[in-house]
């Protein structure tokens, strides 16, 4: 880590989904890049860090204070909601399946947003030390999604559901057993009130970031890119 570290100007941490070992990874890399001397380090954490029905939202918060800690100001934290494109492929093939309510709210966020703070984060270097939310300009339902992308794609999009224990025999199958336990307890989470931010939040940030030169991609916009 720190010969990857020498004479590198800035960082960005994005830690495997889920994974257990979140905050020895970023442990490792406070030590590394405080030894370092890295000027800038953006760490990709999640909006609502501190929600307790989530563990792996909790070892993203562990890992904040561990950098916190170890750069101060040298970091700066971004905190997106869920991705417009966890949807995106299901909508255009014509079915979305939740293993959540269809009616729970989500303000969902653009990977092409979300890309765009983390460049100026990590390209300013006058910025640093602040705490983004990176909500999208919506408050959508799943439903509501399906609904939007059948209007925007002109052919019929269905929302289901299915159960738990379907997604456990099906996608969820294949992921290690942690996996499995930190992806059910966020859609139990998900079933309790869906996921949302403040949707100002995203242009607070591009603005913050020097960043800002255009409007927040919706939902919709995002389905009208699909072929």
């Known amino acids: 880590m720190g010969a990857a570290l ?12 889920v994974h257990l070992d979140e905050v020895g990874m970023a442990v490792r890399l406070a030590d590394a890049a405080a030894a370092a001397g890295t000027p800038r380090v953006v760490f990709h ?13 909790l070892r993203k918060r562990d890992a904040e204070r561990v950098l916190r800690s170890a750069l101060d100001d040298r970091l700066t934290i971004l905190r997106p909601a869920a991705y417009h494109q966890n949807l995106l492929d ?6 979305i399946t939740v293993p959540y309510s269809p009616d729970a709210p989500f303000s969902n966020v653009d990977l092409g947003d979300v890309a765009q703070v983390a460049a100026a984060a990590l390209l300013n270097p006058v910025i640093g030390g602040g705490v983004h939310d990176l909500a999208g300009p919506q408050v959508l339902t ?10 925007a794609l002109g052919r019929r999009v269905e929302v289901r559901r299915i159960s738990i224990e379907s997604w456990l025999a099906g ?4 992921l290690p057993a942690p996996a499995r336990e930190a992806l059910v307890a966020m859609f139990r989470a998900y079933d309790d009130g869906g996921l949302v931010g403040d949707p100002a939040s995203l242009l607070s940030a591009l603005g913050a970031l020097g960043a800002l030169d255009r ?13």
Request: aromatic residues 4%; hydrophobic residues 40%.
């Open 215 to 227: 409007p927040a991609t919706t939902w919709v916009e995002a389905v009208s890119r699909l072929p």
């Open 45 to 57: 954490s999640v909006l609502h860090p501190d929600d307790a029905r989530m563990p792996h939202h």
């Open 142 to 151: 799943t439903e509501e999604m399906g609904r939007q992308a059948a209007a």
């Open 6 to 17: 020498d004479g590198i100007r800035a960082v960005y941490h994005l830690a495997p989904n």
């Open 90 to 95: 299901q909508a255009g093939a014509g079915v």
């Open 171 to 174: 996608p969820g199958a294949s």
